[in-house]
């Protein structure tokens, strides 16, 4: 950080308006001189209430020297890493690959799909996720860098690392702004308001896990903007033909070519693939789940990123991320979005070097007297389902049930006659006005 | 069938020097020529198509994890029996890239290779009469033309300047040449006798107007050579190889060009490209604008870079394509990007 950074933008900005936030660089150091803590209207608290601004400069300092650390030790080891994963992933598929060509044999099409499903999940986590964030662009390898990798997945490269590095990364867990704040058809805070669609979304959360990498396509396809209007007609459609493109060759391997290699084992590699894809779906939606929805991860209201310093921002991405615990085989199979905390902080360190700073990051969280959210993979999974479910219900809903099962059926009722009023409102004004 | 990835990315894995691979090359022997010279035996990928004596390959190679492009003269014949070419690399001070080969670099290592080029070459038909003028490194073209061509030249000077005997790289080699008779060689050892002008060599080879010369050392030295020879009118005689110093004047801010976009701006050492791009209507690729998405990472072509969240320096010499961030990097210099 430079306070030079910031002096650069003043000059240009007196006479020609400017947008706000897309104009000029978002590395501000400005000091706001006192901080007003958030208002909720959930009434959560700030859990950021007790920090100054100095100590807030102060936590973006102690993790700027983390940072700077990891990059001065950054070296030979870590490219060592990254090529053997990949060796090492290609060899696992294209193995598992040959021996389902005779997947008419059950301990194949078992060896077979276990191989192609690891493959996959790693293709898609500690390699793709990864590489496509720019965590190796530093060793200068034109065929393991962010602006020429491709992976393994309905969503083409470019659209997502716009979505996900430009959009979620940039404004996480700032609610309006980060759209995989429950991916625009879930709610998974209080703070987002409810409405009665969100009655459905332990349903349309569980579709989605199985379908997650379509989900993701559509998702970074803008749809839900384009429904409402607000995309433009002509970057969709170019969009969308990308996205079917893609669609098209990942079915056309997976479902056509490879089964039909497989001769008479047709059906079964055809299976195994479906398979492969159908667990790695689940297993990269329960990784992400725990990323950001479990219980105790906060949200941020637009407003609170205005003028945001380094410091805020990084404060923000530790309280927005939750960890995973596990063995190295966990953190290797998520891709180390286990440390998802460390990743939000750093998105584009080498992902092999998470592990080692993440002591580190925890003992500066405790210090600062800021939560650490972390769990093994079963209990982040059940917590964020929960979130999941209970807020597919109003707020208070769930205490009220337990304390007052009679006045939940009342306000219930309320809220229906509520929601009906309005709909019947809309319908009839709408009527009103074709017959007018 | 292997979508989104080509083939050729699971057959680099079991035979990355086959045909129609990328051109690859594996060091099979480093052999040191002096204390600080070594040699790099190569065997290259199948689709290596040969060379001329006198011409370089450029060489990529990863040191600490990073990979760097660096020219070097091929010094051997040009068609070895067991198809290896060899380079010659003087780890030069400071030189990360040179003192990697030299010191740090050992058999079985996998690099990446260019095919050779550059126009420092002999004629078809070898001159009759010809002067060799070297010093230091600069010998390795000519030991490349000595090893392939010295048949076809009848009377051959080598003018070489060292520090000391032991410092001539191929010492033993030129001096069993001039024993022989083949060649006539003159050493110069600078840390005793200083540093050779170019009207010593006048001097000590008078016949020098009539000769075909390849004079190739440090830049001073051709430069002076280039006015001598133009002073008699006989430029054309004088043929040069320019090993540019990698030094780049690396300070605040710069002249930055956007070639593409036929755009030249001065830049201080603390706007971000991107805005200093932008600001002068570039349609600059952009994301996040605080380092972390890589939207607007664009190829420097030439020139350095400061990173403004830590002020390291990114540099790039001609014919490189280095990634940066222009949102986080700050012109250190003159920077040609390719936008």
Known sequence: MTTAVTQTRTTDQRSVPQPPARDGSRLKVTRPAARVPQQKPSGKPDPTAHLGPQQIEQLGKELDAIREEILASRGASDAAYIRKVIKAQRTLEMSSRAVLLFSLFPPAWLLGTTGLTVAKILENMEIGHNVMHGQWDWMRDPKIHSQSWEWDHASPADMWKHSHNELHHTYTNVIGRDNDLGYGIMRVDEDQRWVPAYLGQPLYNFVNACLFEYGIAAYDLEIGKHLKGRKNKETFRRDGKKVLHKIRQQITKDYVVHPLLSGPSFLATLGANATANLVRNLWTHSVIMCGHFPEGVQTFAKSSIEGETRGEWYLRQMLGSANISGSKTMHLMTGNLSHQIEHHLFPDLPSNRYAEISPKVRDLMERYELRYVTGPLHRQVASAWKQVIMLSLPNGTWETAKSDPSGVAKRGAAAAAHYGAKTATRLLRRVAVRTV | MTTPLVPADYLDLVSPLRAGADLRGRIVEVRMETRDAATLVIKPGRGWRGHRPGQYVRIGVDVDGVR???????????????????????????????????????????????????????????????????????????????????????????????????????????????????????????????????????????????????????????????????AKGIADQLHTERFRPTVLATGQGGTVTFARSGVTLESDGATPLLDAGENAGVLMPSGCRMGICFGCVVPLREGAVRDLRNGGITTAAPGDAVPIQTCVSAAAGTCDIDL
């Open chain 2, 68 to 230: 760097n492009w660096r020219a070097y003269s091929l010094t051997c014949p040009t068609a070895a029996p067991d198809g290896c070419i060899t380079v010659t690399v003087k780890a030069i001070p400071d030189g990360k890239v040179s003192h990697h080969l030299v010191r740090e670099v050992t058999a079985g290592t996998m690099i990446m290779l260019d095919q050779a080029a550059g126009d420092f070459t002999l004629p078809h038909e070898s001159p009759r009469k010809v002067l060799f003028f070297t010093a230091g490194s600069g010998i390795t073209p000519v030991i490349g033309m000595l090893r392939n061509a010295l048949e076809g030249m009848q009377d051959v000077v080598l003018h070489h300047s060292a520090p000391t005997a032991a410092d001539v790289i191929f010492g033993a080699e030129l001096r069993a040449l001039a024993a022989q008779g083949r060649i006539r060689l003159i050493e110069r050892h600078t840390a005793t006798e200083g540093m050779v002008t170019v009207d010593d060599v006048a001097a000590l080879v008078p016949d020098w107007e009539q000769r075909q010369t390849w004079a190739c050392g440090p830049t001073g030295l051709l430069d002076a050579a280039e006015e001598h020879w133009g």
